[in-house]
Each structure stands twice: as C-alpha cells, then as structure tokens.
C-alpha cells in the first residue's frame, strides 16, 4: 500500500517511503526506499519536500550511511543535500546529465561504476548503468534478495517517457536487454508498486517498445513524408489523445533510433520525418 510518510517494510532489509509529490508522471509519488538494518542506504531520498525529509531521517533513525539516487531528475534526487547534511552519509550516483531537466546540485562523493558495489554487514547493492530514460540513469539490484531498484527504468503501471535529447529509445532497449543477465526476481520502480516475475516483465517492455517502432514504420510508410502531430495520431491511436504531447517525446525517440539505424530521416528545417 502506497501512503505518504509512513515506512511500509517490503522484506527484512527494505522499508519504502512515498514522497508528497503525487502528479500526472509521479503517479502516487517518488518511491524512496531504505535499505539495510544496521547500516541503512536511503536510494531515490527523492524531492526536498521538508515533511519527506523529515520522514527520511525519522525512517533511518541515525543509521543513514549511503544516500544513492539512480538518476538526478528533480523527483528523485534534490532531497540528498539537506539528508546528506543532517547525517553525514557517502553520497553515491552519477553526475548530472547534460540536458534541462536535471537536478544541477546534485554532487555525489562516490561516481559509482557499472558493476561496483555498496557493501554493508548486511546487504550488496550492485550498481548496473542503465542509460534510456536518461543518460546517468542506474538500478542497483540488492543481490541478497535478487531486488533490482529500477528508479525511472521501469514503472507500475505505465511505461516510461523517453525525452530526448537526454533520453535515447536505442540505449533503453539496450539497457532493458542487460537486465536479463542478471538474477532478478522482484523490480522496486521509481513510482508504484513492487513487480513480481521480473523476467516477463522485461521482456514485455521490450516488446512493447518494438512494437511501437514498429507502428512508427508503419505510420510513414502509410502517411508518407509527416510531421510529429500527424505522425502521433497514426502511431498513439491507442492512447489518449489528451496524453499525445508526452507520447510525442518518445515518438521522437523511436524516430532517433530509426534515423541511428539509417532507417528514417529528418528535414532539418521543417521536423519532417520519412523513411529512408
């Protein structure tokens, strides 16, 4: 059950926080997850909202000793200044992506790698660089119990906005792809509920995503030459039309991928896209 400032336990290790910052992308809020029992790592600590804050430190009872965010967008990182403050925890993430939708305090002390690790007594937290959604984006996968933290990289519920140019469709399928190689049983998303059967999940969303490309190549192959608002209707008539301004963002990045491809092409001038 998601309910604002109250810790829910999810295992032995793992206790959940939901940010107030319920929204039309945010769904029920940004989930901020504690993990660990003696030594407790606070990933995704999420907006600086003060009662959130405060709910974050209550939760870690000065146990705080990591603050690790899998990606800087504003609802899920600027909280780790005022946490890393009031405790004095290693600050762990990637350095801010070069794009206008990013959280530009964020300043970790630990540029975590593909593969490192954060050791506690009592849980390894795997860092796995998962770029797509944005270029610094990582889950980290709690190998104790096969847990992967997957921030923005996969939601309940809903599938994730690929903006660019920070976000690339071509990397996120990628990204989506690795997570086979890895044992993970249960995702814990950025927004919503836990994800049992991780596995199916995964390769759903690649599907799904091919899927869409694929009706990208069919709509200007039917509509000819076209632009994105014409293009939309053809390759989102499954989705409100109220939401096509936001499914225009990865419309945009399945074309980057055809255009990478040398699938499709642009006319610079006027946003025209075909295929070549």
Same mark, same amino acid.
């Given at each position: ?56 430190? /209550? ?108 976000? /690339? ?6 990204? =989506? ?18 994800? /049992? /059967? ?24 039917? =509509?000819?030459?076209?632009? =994105? ?48």
């Amino acid at each position: 059950m998601l309910e604002h400032g109250v810790p829910f336990a999810l295992s032995t290790r793992v206790r959940r926080l939901v940010a107030p910052n319920p929204g039309a992308m945010t769904g029920a809020g940004t989930n901020t997850y504690l993990i660990g029992t003696d030594e407790v790592a606070v990933l995704d600590p999420g907006p600086a909202i003060p009662e959130h804050i405060e709910a974050i430190l /209550d939760a870690g009872a000065g146990k705080i000793r990591w603050i690790v965010c899998t990606h800087t967008h504003p609802d899920h990182s600027p909280a780790w200044q005022a946490v890393a403050q009031a405790t004095g925890a290693q600050v762990v993430g990637a350095l801010p992506a070069d794009d206008p939708h990013q959280d530009d305090t964020f300043s970790p002390d630990w540029q975590i790698q593909h593969d490192e690790c954060i050791k506690a007594a009592d849980f390894t937290l795997r860092a796995l660089h998962t770029p797509g959604h944005v270029s610094n984006h990582y889950c980290y996968l709690l190998e104790e119990e096969q847990m992967l933290f997957a921030g923005d990289h996969i939601m309940n519920g809903s599938t994730v906005v690929i903006v660019p140019p920070g976000g /690339d469709m071509k990397a996120y399928i990628a990204s =989506l792809k690795l997570l086979l190689d890895y044992p993970i049983r249960h995702v814990a998303p950025g927004h919503g509920e836990l994800i /049992d /059967d991780s596995r199916a999940e995964v390769e759903y969303l690649v599907e799904h995503r091919l899927k869409r490309e694929a009706k990208v190549v069919a709509g200007l192959a039917s =509509l000819g030459p076209s632009g =994105l608002d014409a293009l939309v209707k053809v390759v989102y008539d499954d989705v409100d039309p109220g939401l096509h301004e936001w499914a225009k963002m990865s419309m945009t990045a399945h074309l980057i991928k055809l255009e990478q491809e040398n699938r499709a092409s642009v006319e610079p001038d006027s946003g025209i896209w075909a295929l070549s």
